[in-house]
């Protein structure tokens, strides 16, 4: 197909650019599928290398799953909302820590102060854990939890509370996120350094492989590492790389690849640029089961299969005009979708300017159920296969992220990357020029540099009430005044000499909850075995 | 005349940092000398950092909502120590309602998401009461 010359169109602009800034011809033809062999490079879906789908039936078999991810004030308000979300026709829990929780601490720590419940739920101990899970039988729901440096804390508490509910762990099923490694460069809930961080992340591979089966033991996440301005290759290379090397160091735990593999999952966002992002999402089941077994020789075909939450972009939300949100959202969802997600999680139009309020979250799930039960697109599995542009766009996405592989290699892999501020450096260039080209008009978006308002349009806001934080104090502290000491002390003094051993951490942390340890303090003894981590100034 | 010195500080347990990042950029880019504290400083390692680093403005970046609780105490720490007369900024997610108490305390301006890194410099070089214009 012989493309015009320039001039004799006038077009636009002089060049087009996709958001992450990817050139893009004017038209895409047979002549951009030149390099792909449809049986090597795409296969059916459900088939090696997975680029069309990890199943065959996909949306006809079995839809995704609408997990709405949620958490604020008290245990009992955000176990409100689940309850709220599964009347809706919610089919899966997302938990949303505060930030206390993300870093470690009690709520009475005066770190804490003005945090508790406020961007999640407030948890001490392990009855606040089991109000949470109230009337919601953790065999009949899977949950997500997001917390990742503090992860084999929590996921010892949900093991308790199923437990105590009378649920056996081969039957409780979900996520924990646990992706340390993006914390260091994106996300930045990190406690303790690399290194030993990685060595709790094994330790539950191995505890879940043995006791909780169905458990997905890290969500390897490039969200984040988008949300905190990086493009799409970039989180594309820089999440997978991650994931790679947690498959490493597993097998350096001395687990057989077949333990652990399979619960990996993975987590990426949806941004605005419709076809880049489905191309992104497309290219990562293409590039995980190529390197799973070109590299390692994984034949495994769970292991290969590459599985994943997607997440509407957080920073694609505008705080002007927000109900205009409601559409972005949904052209992500959409993108999220043809993509081929296992499960979603769909933006409220109101989150730029705080956390969710009832109506947004229920608009927020209703988009994903007019995309499942009103569009079509559920009715075929990978429409968007053998487009051109889209195929060459898969492609180009691919390379992009080897060339990254290769870098991230000559660096001395993951962890060296992270101490020599690699990722930090790479996604904080992106990020400013992202800004650039926003401020340069060069990108638009609608409400904040093109078709402004002079007028606020008034939004309802939720508001976490301080009373929370002052309630959630006396809780942890009656807990802390009504336990039998001397066991809870000796119960930590074990959680302690574990961490600077190398017996399995997960059934120590196990008893020190159930003796009546918080949280904070279970952390606080991996901490002074650990140390905490400082990170590199770069901007 | 020495360049505005800026310190760009991430006070309380929020951990977004791209915003605090772009703008601390920016800022240096318009030719002023830029300090990051890094994540997760408390109100005392903030105030701490703007008195022995002198600069003329402290820009505070908070997305967690811990905003009331976390801006006052650094203003009235730096008023304490005779620093009163830096300028006081903060970036991030801030209900409306929340900016009245905010400039109250002796917040000189609040920047909301969306907001064009240039205005931010503008604001710095037309109120900054000690240092020079860049």
């Known amino acids: ?539 | 005349m020495r360049p505005i010195r800026v310190l760009v500080a991430k006070a309380g347990l929020d951990s977004h940092d791209r915003g605090a990042k772009v703008i601390a950029r920016a800022l240096r880019d318009a030719g002023m000398e830029v300090i990051y504290t890094g994540l997760h400083r408390t109100p005392e390692h903030v105030i701490q950092a703007a008195i022995q680093e002198d600069v003329d403005v402290v820009a505070i970046s908070l997305l967690s909502g811990a905003h009331l609780t976390v801006v006052p105490k650094i203003i009235a720490g730096l008023r304490a120590q005779d620093a009163g007369d830096m300028l006081v900024l903060l970036g991030g997610i801030v209900p409306d309602e929340d900016v009245g108490p905010l400039r109250q305390a002796g917040v000189a301006a609040v920047f909301g998401p969306g907001t064009d890194t240039a205005e931010v410099v503008d604001f710095i070089q037309g109120h900054v009461r000690t240092g020079s214009p860049a």
């Open chain 1, 1 to 539: 197909m012989a493309q015009k010359p320039a001039a004799e169109a006038a077009e636009r602009a002089p060049e087009f650019r996709t958001l992450s800034g990817r050139p893009v011809k004017r038209i895409y033809g047979p002549e951009d599928l030149a390099g792909l062999d449809p049986a090597r490079d795409l296969g059916d879906p459900g088939e090696y290398p997975y680029t069309r789908g990890p199943y065959d039936t996909m949306y006809r078999g079995r839809l995704w799953t609408m997990r709405q991810f949620a958490g604020f004030g008290t245990a009992a308000e955000t176990n409100a909302r689940f309850k709220y979300l599964l009347e809706q026709g919610q089919t899966g829990l997302s938990v949303a820590f505060d930030y206390p929780r993300l870093l470690g601490l009690d709520s009475d720590h005066p770190r804490a102060e003005g945090e508790v419940g406020k961007m999640g739920v407030a948890i001490d101990t392990l009855d606040d854990m089991q109000r949470l899970f109230d009337g919601i039988p953790l065999d009949k729901v899977s949950t997500s939890m997001t917390i990742n440096s503090g992860a084999i804390v929590m996921l010892c508490m949900y093991l308790a509370v199923a437990e105590r509910q009378g649920v056996t762990w081969d039957k409780v099923s979900g996520t924990i996120q646990n992706d340390i490694l993006k914390e260091y460069t994106a996300q930045k809930t990190y406690i303790f350094p690399p290194r030993p961080s990685m060595r709790l992340i094994t330790d539950m591979f191995a505890f879940c492989s043995e006791h909780a089966p169905r458990w997905n033991s890290v969500s390897i996440s490039g969200y984040h590492i988008r949300e905190a301005g990086a493009t799409a290759g970039q989180e594309l290379a820089f999440t997978l790389a991650d994931g790679f090397a947690y498959v490493e160091a597993g097998h350096a735990a001395g687990l057989p690849y077949e333990a652990f593999v399979p619960r990996l999952s993975f987590f990426f966002d949806v941004h605005m640029d419709f076809f880049e992002e489905i191309a992104k999402l497309r290219a990562a089941r293409r590039i995980w089961a190529r390197r799973l077994r070109e590299r390692y020789g994984i034949e495994d075909e769970r292991s290969l299969r590459l599985r994943f939450h997607a997440q509407t972009a957080g920073c694609s939300l505008t705080a002007q005009q927000p109900m205009v949100n409601i559409v972005r959202t949904a052209i992500e969802a959409l993108a999220g979708v043809l993509g081929g997600c296992q499960s979603l999680h769909t933006n409220s139009f109101d989150e730029a300017l705080a956390l969710p309020s009832t109506e947004a979250v229920r608009i927020a799930l209703r988009t994903q159920q007019v995309i499942a039960e009103e569009t079509g697109v559920t009715n075929t599995v990978d429409p968007m296969a053998g487009s051109y542009y889209l195929e060459a766009l898969t492609a180009d996405l691919e390379r992009e992220a080897e060339a990254y592989f290769d870098k991230i290699e000559a660096i001395g892999g993951v962890i060296p990357a992270i101490e020599a501020g690699f990722f930090q450096r790479e996604i904080a260039d992106a990020s400013y020029q992202y800004q650039q080209r926003l401020q340069h008009g060069e990108l638009a978006v609608v409400g904040v540099n093109k078709y402004t308002l002079d007028q606020k349009e008034p939004v309802e806001i939720l508001r976490v009430d301080p009373e929370v934080e002052r309630s959630q104090v006396q809780r942890v502290q009656a807990h802390r005044a009504g336990r039998d000491q001397a066991a809870t002390d000796a119960a930590l003094v074990a959680v302690g000499r574990a961490a600077e051993g190398s017996a399995n951490l997960m059934p120590p942390i196990l008893a020190a909850l159930k003796a009546g340890a918080t949280f904070g303090e279970v952390c606080d003894r991996m901490r002074a075995v650990y140390g905490e981590y400082v990170e590199p100034i770069i901007f």
